[in-house]
Structures are given as C-alpha cells and as structure tokens.
C-alpha cells in the first residue's frame, strides 16, 4: 500500500511563488511517475504536470508551462512542485498521485495514477 501526503500549501500573493511536496511511502517510489494535479472550486479535475520515473522526464499543462517546475528526489521519496508567477487561475485544491504500474515514462490522465493524496489549498490573492 502506497500513501501519499502532500504539504504545502498556502496564501499567496499574485506573482508570487510556493513550493508544494508530496512524500510517498510504501513499495518503490523510485519506480513510480509521479504527478500533480488541481481542482478549482465547481471545476473538473485537471493535470499539471508529470515526472518520470527516474526524475528526467517532465510534461507539463499549456496553463503552467514555463511558471511551474516539478521535480523528484528518489533518496527522499519526495516529489515537489514549484509554483512561481502565481495568478488567481491557479487557485485549487493541488492534488499529488502515483503511477505504480510501470507501463510508461510519464502519465498525464488522472486514470493512470492508482495512489492520491488528500489534496493541500492553494489560494493566490490578486
């Protein structure tokens, strides 16, 4: 079993920044795609972004692409999410899954993960 927590989560202002981490314990995380995603209030469940494996390889959604950085620290079981430029569109619950079935190098469809977190809020004041 595979539990996924993610810390974080905060106000912050417009154009400024947070850092998001999520540690995942149980089995091998180094093994597992790791990925982020968002629900707004009356919104539908959206990807943000994806790391391979092995941390080399990142996806990332049009609407944060060059704004967000993810990131994966195998020795740490840990997954991060730098969040800089923030704007009152990326208010949402910032939920952290797993991909533990190892058929492929990044996932972006929330499907594909089988572990989530609770999910931390993200405010940004405009």
């Known amino acids: 079993q595979v539990q996924v927590v993610e810390s974080g989560g905060g106000l912050a202002q417009a154009g400024g920044s947070l850092r998001l981490s999520c540690v995942a314990s149980?089995?091998?995380?180094?093994?597992?795609?790791m990925g982020w995603f968002r629900q707004a209030t009356g919104k539908e469940r959206e990807f943000v972004a994806t790391?391979?494996?092995?941390?080399?390889?990142?996806y990332y959604a049009d609407s944060v692409k060059g704004r967000f950085t993810i990131s994966k620290d195998n020795g740490k079981n840990t997954v991060y999410l730098q969040m800089n430029s923030l704007n009152s569109e990326d208010t949402a619950v910032y939920y952290c899954?797993?991909?533990?079935?190892?058929?492929?190098?990044?996932?972006?469809?929330?499907?594909?993960?089988?572990?989530w977190g609770q999910g931390t809020q993200v405010t940004v004041s405009s």
């Open positions: 899954a797993a991909d533990t079935a190892y058929y492929q190098v990044i996932a972006t469809s929330a499907n594909q993960y089988d572990y």
């Open positions: 149980g089995g091998t995380f180094s093994r597992y795609i």
């Open positions: 790391v391979s494996a092995n941390g080399a390889v990142t």
